[in-house]
């Protein structure tokens, strides 16, 4: 079971790279806006591996264990709202044109999203560890 971990940890560490690339290579470039709809590509299979293996198992842990449905439903509000800022970042800056807040808004969606997936590894991932001990 643990597999599915090092499976979630490996896609972090995709989808930091991509947007990292992206970035690197310049959003207005063919490049960089190929490697911006391979972080959504990459994103929205994390998540559907996450809401298919990982979160099914933690919901159910958590219908006996009230601390770990708090959690789960902090996190599953919380992500609601990365994934909708990230998507909506993505459709708007994968067609090359950008605008004055470009930067800030890179700057933004990506320490949100960094942050999300440390905070998902220490907090979440930890948690499904400890049930399949």
Known sequence: MLVLIDQLMKEHAEIFADFTEANNLGIITEDGQSKLFSAKADLLVHLKNEDEHLYPVLRKEAENNKNLESILNSFSCEME?????????????????????????????????????????????????????
Do not use: H
């Not at 800030?104 to 560890?129: D, N």
């Open 81 to 133: 709202d990365i994934s909708k800022s990230v998507m909506k970042f993505i459709d708007k800056y994968s067609t090359g044109v950008l605008d004055s807040k470009y930067v800030e808004s890179f700057e933004l969606i990506f320490a949100t999203l960094s942050e999300r997936m440390k905070k998902e590894e220490s907090v979440i991932f930890a948690e499904y560890k400890k049930i399949n001990q």
